[in-house]
């Protein structure tokens, strides 16, 4: 069954720390994987896509890395804001689909 | 500016009163979906749609109706709402499935 999942569900840190949110995804065959960011009540905004090839791709203070062979993402967060705070979702795309895997997310609250 | 634009942004109706909801973008993109966001279970396909006249259903379609008749719009329809399909629910376009989607700004809608 294809499924993702994050971890951990919910994260609280200081504001100007560092934070790495995880995605592990049992989707076959795989096309890419997103992460996005969703503000409470907003529409989810796209922060980054990889593909099989790509290991690490960068959006400013925003690092995704990918592990094609262990199935394995994560989201990895530099200096954080307290704009930061929202929920981080990681969806997996199978090849050859249009249909979308989303993982339930990563409850991020950063602290002054 | 780019967007998807999905009204109304705040609905409470009956149970069994038709209800539409539409969904507009402004970006020429040929694939759209469907889906709604409950706590804990991460969003869900309801439809999707790959181009005009071409629907399809994504994870979750009972009780739901969808229409393309045009590249812009694409509206979720409940004919027969129930108080289960209280839910929050997104619209989402995409260039083509290597893209990221952009999603609308949300419905929350509550069946009583």
């Known amino acids: 069954k294809n499924q993702v999942e994050q971890s951990p569900q919910s994260l609280i840190i200081l504001e100007g720390k560092n934070c790495t949110l995880q995605?592990?995804?049992?989707?076959?065959?795989?096309?890419?994987l997103r992460w996005y960011k969703q503000d409470t009540g907003r529409g989810p905004v796209s922060l980054t896509i990889?593909?099989?090839?790509?290991n690490t791709k960068s959006n400013g203070r925003y690092t995704a890395t990918l592990d094609a062979d262990t199935k394995q993402s994560s989201l990895h967060i530099t200096a954080s804001q307290l704009s930061d705070s929202a929920s981080y979702i990681c969806?997996?795309?199978?090849?050859?689909?249009?249909?979308?895997?989303f993982g339930t997310g990563t409850r991020l609250k950063v602290l002054a | 500016e780019a967007q998807v634009t999905q009204n109304p942004r705040y609905l409470i109706t009956v149970t069994g009163k038709k209800l539409t909801v539409t969904c507009s973008q402004n970006?020429?993109?040929?694939?759209m979906s469907w889906y709604r966001q409950d706590p804990g279970l991460g969003l869900r396909q309801i439809y999707y749609?790959?181009?005009?006249?071409?629907?399809d259903k994504g994870d979750v379609p009972e009780g739901y109706k969808v229409s393309r008749k045009e590249k812009r719009n694409f509206p979720l329809i409940l004919e027969s709402p129930s108080p289960n399909q209280t839910s929050l629910y997104f619209c989402?376009?995409?260039?083509?499935?290597?893209?990221?989607?952009?999603f609308g700004s949300g419905t929350r809608l509550t069946v009583v």
């Open positions: 989402a376009s995409s260039l083509a499935d290597s893209y990221g989607y952009t």
């Open positions: 995605c592990n995804y049992t989707v076959s065959p795989f096309s890419n």
């Open positions: 990889m593909t099989f090839s790509e």
């Open positions: 969806v997996v795309t199978s090849s050859g689909t249009y249909k979308y895997i």
């Open positions: 970006m020429n993109h040929e694939y």
């Open positions: 749609s790959m181009n005009v006249e071409v629907t």
